[in-house]
């Protein structure tokens, strides 16, 4: 009897191992799909990125300086675009990430950062900014994409990460801590391995009372961090944290 419910207890651990490693595209990528409000039609920015054609749009203030923004795992950056135009002081750039809204293609962390970095390099040259007057801002997963887009393009200005992670397993780990998610993953989305060689400025925002990613887990990129950085934890939630007067304060303030 012992050893039948050994058997079943292996099989059952096999085959959730085998489900979260089939399925972890599904767990990890959540694109949603948003209509965008009309006054923003004008500012559409799409462009052509590696044969894959990029949804994005462009909120122009006329401002020296530009926040590109790299949305969380379930956002379509449609329904960003108000935010952002009315919190920021400053000019904002969002491209959804591939598969994402209109965006094509299929997403993955390594096309996800190509693409990103080729958007800085090709919002740069066209606007003919420089990218000592670019931020790049990240919110839950895409902190991990702006942290590698941060480490290939050191010239920007800084980085604003809210609700960062060291890792992706960390994550994992914080909610399954029964399987061998450093093992398994695809898409690792390392941040604490790419934090202590970047020296631009951080501000990292974080939610006291996040329910998805630990907060320790952001205070451990941020001691990790080879810059100047400042932390700042708000007491919200995680999907409800830019709701707080203080997120945006803090956002302008470090961009100014």
Same mark, same amino acid.
């Given at each position: 009897?012992?050893?039948?419910? $050994?058997?079943?207890?292996?099989? @059952?651990?096999?085959? @959730?191992?085998?489900?979260?490693?089939?399925?972890?595209? $599904?767990?990890?990528?959540?694109?949603?799909?948003?209509?965008?409000?009309?006054?923003?039609?004008?500012? !559409?920015?799409?462009?052509?990125?590696?044969?894959?054609?990029?949804?994005?749009?462009?909120?122009?203030?006329?401002?020296?300086?530009? &926040?590109?923004?790299?949305?969380?795992?379930?956002?379509?950056?449609?329904?960003?675009?108000?935010?952002?135009?009315?919190?920021?002081?400053?000019? @904002?750039?969002?491209?959804?990430?591939?598969?994402?809204?209109?965006?094509?293609?299929?997403?993955?962390?390594?096309?996800?950062?190509?693409?990103?970095?080729?958007?800085?390099?090709?919002?740069?040259?066209?606007?003919?900014?420089?990218?000592?007057?670019?931020?790049?801002?990240?919110?839950?997963?895409?902190?991990?994409?702006?942290?590698? &887009?941060? $480490?290939?393009?050191?010239?920007?200005?800084?980085?604003?990460? &809210?609700? =960062?992670?060291?890792?992706? %397993?960390?994550?994992? !780990?914080?909610?399954?801590?029964?399987?061998?998610?450093?093992?398994?993953?695809?898409?690792?989305?390392?941040?604490?391995?790419? %934090?202590?060689?970047?020296?631009?400025?951080?501000?990292?925002?974080?939610?006291?009372?996040?329910?998805?990613? =630990?907060?320790?887990?952001?205070?451990?990129?941020?001691?990790?961090?080879?810059?100047?950085?400042?932390?700042?934890?708000?007491?919200?939630?995680?999907?409800?944290?830019?709701?707080?007067? @203080?997120?945006?304060?803090?956002?302008?303030?470090?961009?100014?």
């Amino acid at each position: 009897m012992l050893l039948r419910i $050994a058997l079943l207890l292996i099989v @059952a651990y096999s085959g @959730a191992v085998l489900w979260m490693w089939v399925r972890q595209e $599904a767990y990890l990528f959540r694109p949603k799909r948003y209509e965008v409000l009309q006054e923003f039609e004008r500012y !559409r920015w799409d462009r052509q990125i590696d044969g894959i054609t990029h949804q994005g749009w462009f909120l122009d203030k006329g401002a020296e300086k530009t &926040v590109i923004y790299h949305g969380g795992n379930a956002e379509d950056l449609a329904g960003h675009c108000e935010v952002l135009f009315d919190g920021l002081e400053v000019n @904002a750039l969002l491209v959804n990430y591939r598969g994402y809204g209109e965006s094509e293609g299929v997403p993955g962390e390594k096309k996800m950062v190509a693409d990103c970095i080729a958007i800085f390099d090709l919002f740069c040259k066209e606007k003919n900014v420089s990218p000592t007057n670019i931020f790049l801002m990240g919110r839950s997963l895409g902190c991990g994409v702006a942290v590698q &887009v941060a $480490a290939a393009r050191p010239q920007a200005a800084g980085v604003i990460l &809210v609700t =960062p992670y060291e890792s992706i %397993a960390a994550i994992a !780990r914080s909610q399954y801590p029964w399987l061998p998610f450093g093992r398994m993953l695809r898409h690792p989305f390392l941040s604490i391995d790419h %934090a202590p060689e970047i020296k631009m400025p951080a501000l990292i925002l974080l939610a006291e009372f996040d329910e998805v990613i =630990p907060p320790e887990t952001g205070h451990k990129l941020g001691d990790a961090w080879g810059g100047e950085k400042e932390i700042v934890t708000l007491p919200m939630g995680h999907n409800d944290i830019n709701e707080h007067p @203080a997120y945006f304060e803090a956002v302008n303030r470090f961009v100014k």
